[in-house]
């Protein structure tokens, strides 16, 4: 189909060069083939679709940038193309060029978007839990990838959740918890724990995390799992616009104790510092509802207990 397409194009007296030098120094035009072509909200598989093309598709890329690997009858490519106007990411193995890579398209700078976290960011809100500087810095963009995909974007909801995570898993994707050899055991960042989670979160996202759950800590996986915790096995952002850390705490599914406040003075900690300040009314105690180990608890279960205040023992 690449090569059909490229034929037309020659037809017509154009080439994917001439269309370059033809377009905007910001952007180049390309043509897309194929029906369905998902438009992605970063270079990854495992990023949210943002848009889909119907059909073949005049595209302006910007830029592109190296990704996720994906392969069609036609070959294979790790680069993704950056269309402003469709708001994402498209593979460029569906894009109507021989090569892998698209000719004259600058790679995207390495600069992160405005608003994503940093590590000097995040090493300015807990110090010494950033144990791993460099291993916490490979992750970030991952990790900021799947906080825009679960609209953790407000300073409340990114101090809730990376207190959440420095805790859980010091902010490393690829920790497995210390001494747990259980087959289902705490791995990534929210340290997905128990066949309850591993087998929906690979449903989820249509991996086999049950049969390959050391999955839940591979860079790939390991943030888009935390937010499918905290949006769908959870829906954690509204405890967190409520400044509840006690009910935050709760939804991640440990028994209360001297941990809650730990949690709950890292995400002081962390909104002083998104904000310069830390506003009155934090609740860092849970209702005694939610006192005992809320792990297994389905959503709903545990959602009614969260607004009824009645049940665990």
């Not at 270079?43 to 994906?70: E, N, R, W």
């Not at 001494?179 to 087998?199: S, V, W």
Request: proline share 6%.
């Amino acid at each position: 189909m690449r090569r059909f397409l490229l034929a037309v194009l020659a037809c017509l007296g154009l080439t994917a060069g001439a269309l370059v030098a033809a377009s905007p120094a910001y952007a180049a035009v390309f043509q897309t083939y194929g029906s369905g072509v998902n438009v992605r909200a970063d270079a990854y598989l495992s990023s949210a679709v943002v848009g889909t093309l119907s059909g073949p598709t005049s595209i302006d890329v910007d830029c592109q940038k190296s990704g996720d690997l994906v392969s069609n009858s036609d070959g294979t490519s790790s680069w993704w193309a950056y269309v402003p106007a469709l708001g994402g990411y498209v593979t460029v193995v569906y894009v109507a060029v021989p090569e892998d890579k698209l000719p004259g398209v600058p790679e995207c700078g390495s600069e992160p978007p405005a608003g994503d976290i940093t590590l000097a960011d995040v090493q300015a809100m807990f110090g010494s839990r950033i144990a791993n500087p460099s291993l916490v810095e490979t992750g970030l963009p991952s990790l900021n990838q799947a906080m825009r995909d679960a609209q953790i974007n407000t300073p409340y909801r990114k101090a809730a959740f990376l207190a959440t995570l420095v805790h859980e898993s010091r902010l490393e994707y690829n920790i497995r918890e210390i001494g747990d050899t259980r087959p289902y055991g705490g791995r990534g960042y929210i340290q997905l724990t128990g066949d309850f989670n591993y087998g929906p979160a690979g449903q989820y996202f249509g991996i086999d995390l049950l049969g390959n759950p050391d999955l839940a800590m591979s860079l790939q996986w390991s943030a888009p799992i935390a937010r499918w915790y905290w949006t769908v096995a959870r829906d954690i952002n509204p405890y967190a616009d409520n400044l509840d850390m006690g009910r935050v705490n709760a939804a991640i599914g440990y028994p209360a104790g001297t941990e809650d406040q730990r949690r709950c003075d890292s995400f002081k900690a962390a909104v002083n510092y998104l904000t310069g300040s830390v506003p009155s009314g934090v609740i860092c105690t849970r209702p005694s509802a939610l006192n005992g180990d809320t792990s297994k608890l389905t959503r709903t279960q545990f959602e009614t207990l969260a607004k009824q205040g009645s049940g665990l023992g």
